[in-house]
C-alpha cells in the first residue's frame, strides 16, 4: 500500500480530532511497502498539513527518525507481528478512557462493537511505549484483535488500510458509550457469539461505509 501523497494520512488525522478521539496527541500509520511504514510527524492530528514530513520507518529498524513520533515503536510492532494489517490509528478516546478506568470491559453490544471481538484486550501500563520492548508487549497484548486499549493513555486501533483503522477507532469510542450508558441503567448484555461472529464477518463492508461518513461529514463542516 503506497502513499505517493500526504492528503490521505492528513485527512485521516483530522477526521480522528474532528470527532473527538484525539486532541494534542496522536499518530497513524500506513504501510508503504512490505517493510516500511509511513506515519504521521509529532505534531496534534488536527494540525496536519501536506507540507509536513511524513516519515518513513522499516521494520527492522533499531532507532527512530527525528520526525517520527517516540512511540512509533507501537506501529512497528503490530506491523511486523501482524502482515496483514495495512494502518494503524493511536488515539485517546474519552468513553474508552472512562470506562476502564472503572474497571470495565468494553462488550460488544450491538453489532458494530462485534468488529472489536467478545472484549477489547487491555495493556495495563499507563507509561508511554517509548521503546521496542514495552511496544512488543503491547503488540503481544493485541493479538489477533483489531484494537487494544491502553489502560490511562488511549487505545490503538488496526486494519487493512487507514478508512479501517480510523473507522474502527470511531466504533471503539461509540461502543465504550453505549457500554457506559447500558453500564447506567442496568447489567450489559452482549450480543450472542454467534450474532457477533456474523457481524465481524461483514466488517470489511461496512467500516468503509462508516469512514466515508466521517470524511463526508468532515468536509462539509470545512
Not at 23 to 51: K, M, Y
Not at 111 to 127: K, N
Request: proline letters at 9%; charged letters at 20%; glycine letters at 6%.
Amino acid at each position: 500500500m503506497s502513499l505517493n501523497h500526504p492528503s490521505e494520512l492528513r485527512e485521516a488525522g483530522a477526521v480522528v480530532a474532528a470527532f473527538g478521539l484525539s486532541d494534542a496527541f496522536g499518530h497513524l500509520s500506513v504501510r508503504s511497502s512490505a517493510h516500511a511504514l509511513t506515519i504521521t510527524p509529532p505534531v496534534p492530528l488536527s494540525l496536519l498539513t501536506d507540507q509536513d514530513e511524513y516519515p518513513e520507518l522499516s521494520l527492522d529498524a533499531t532507532e527512530l527518525p527525528p520526525a517520527a513520533p517516540k512511540e512509533a515503536w507501537i506501529h512497528l510492532a503490530i506491523a511486523e507481528a501482524r502482515p496483514e494489517v495495512g494502518a494503524i490509528c493511536r488515539a485517546q478516546p474519552p468513553a474508552v478512557a472512562a470506562l476502564v478506568a472503572a474497571g470495565q470491559p468494553v462488550l460488544a453490544l450491538n453489532g458494530h462493537g462485534s468488529f472489536l471481538g467478545e472484549t477489547v484486550p487491555v495493556y495495563p501500563d499507563s507509561r508511554l511505549i517509548r521503546d521496542a520492548d514495552s511496544a512488543s508487549r503491547v503488540s503481544e497484548t493485541l493479538g489477533e484483535s483489531t484494537a487494544v486499549i491502553l489502560r490511562g493513555n488511549g487505545a490503538v486501533t488496526t486494519g487493512p488500510d487507514i478508512a479501517s483503522a480510523v473507522a474502527l477507532m470511531w466504533v471503539l469510542e461509540k461502543t465504550a458509550q453505549l457500554n457506559l450508558a447500558a453500564l447506567g441503567a442496568g447489567t450489559p448484555h452482549p450480543l450472542p457469539l454467534d450474532e457477533q461472529s456474523w457481524w465481524r464477518d461483514r466488517a470489511t463492508e461496512l467500516l468503509p461505509r462508516i469512514y466515508n461518513y466521517l470524511t463526508t461529514t468532515y468536509r462539509k463542516g470545512q
